[in-house]
């Protein structure tokens, strides 16, 4: 049997690096430095003294003064002046009767016709002013308190035309109307019959009310019962209004 050689793996070769040589360094200058002295004065700061006034001097300097200014008294050793002496006012006077009566004073009678004048122009101004105000809106008053004509409005009573199946499996028209109950028309294609019925007509589904028997939708196209799904009423509802209307 034979045998796996053996590997000799070599020892790594950092082994083999010499050490590096580690030299001292001295320690830096900075260090041995002293550090400096910082002589830095110490502020003083004199603040101005302000003399404000109190509460109660602000309230007098707001305050008006009544300043009274004594004038010096001049004496020139004058004369003394002699008093002015007063002339009776006056008056006018009328002699009525050989009685002698003042006149009035003329400043009252001219501000009392003044007045009355002023007095007679507003009032004069107002009256044709209410006038022609009166004369215009006079129309327009007529006109409100005429009395309105009642409209008396007439509902239109629309025909019924109700669309049926027969026994023999023809489409019978039936229209209900104010003169009666008729046959209208008996068709066996009713969807070429109503569509001719518009063509003809334009207003045929306005002016008349359309039921259709939901028991004759099979003899509509598809287009036709989507054109005229809502003509299509059940007979159980028709039933059921006619019997609410019509009962007792």
Do not use: C, W
Request: charged share 25%.
């Amino acid at each position: 049997m034979s045998r796996i050689p053996r590997i000799e793996i070599p020892a790594p070769t950092i082994r083999r690096i010499p050490s590096p040589t580690i030299r001292s360094v001295p320690p830096p200058v900075v260090r041995a430095i002293q550090p400096p002295v910082i002589d830095v004065p110490t502020p003083i700061i004199e603040y101005p003294t302000l003399d404000l006034p109190t509460e109660e001097g602000y309230r007098q300097q707001m305050s008006p003064r009544d300043e009274v200014q004594e004038e010096p008294e001049t004496n020139r050793n004058l004369p003394t002046t002699p008093p002015v002496p007063q002339i009776p006012e006056s008056k006018p006077t009328i002699t009525i009767g050989g009685v002698e009566a003042p006149l009035p004073d003329p400043a009252p009678l001219i501000t009392a016709g003044a007045t009355a004048l002023v007095t007679t122009v507003v009032t004069l101004g107002a009256t044709i002013a209410l006038a022609q105000i009166k004369t215009a809106a006079d129309p327009l008053l007529k006109q409100m308190t005429r009395p309105k004509k009642k409209k008396i409005k007439i509902k239109q009573v629309k025909p019924v035309l109700h669309y049926i199946m027969s026994d023999d499996g023809a489409i019978e028209i039936l229209e209900y109307s104010q003169k009666g109950t008729k046959v209208v028309e008996r068709v066996t294609d009713v969807e070429k019959y109503i569509r001719d019925q518009i063509d003809n007509d334009s207003f045929y589904e306005y002016d008349n009310k359309i039921i259709i028997d939901d028991v004759i939708k099979d003899k509509f196209t598809k287009e036709g019962t989507k054109r005229f799904k809502t003509f299509f009423a059940p007979a159980k509802s028709i039933a059921k209004k006619l019997g609410s209307k019509f009962s007792i």
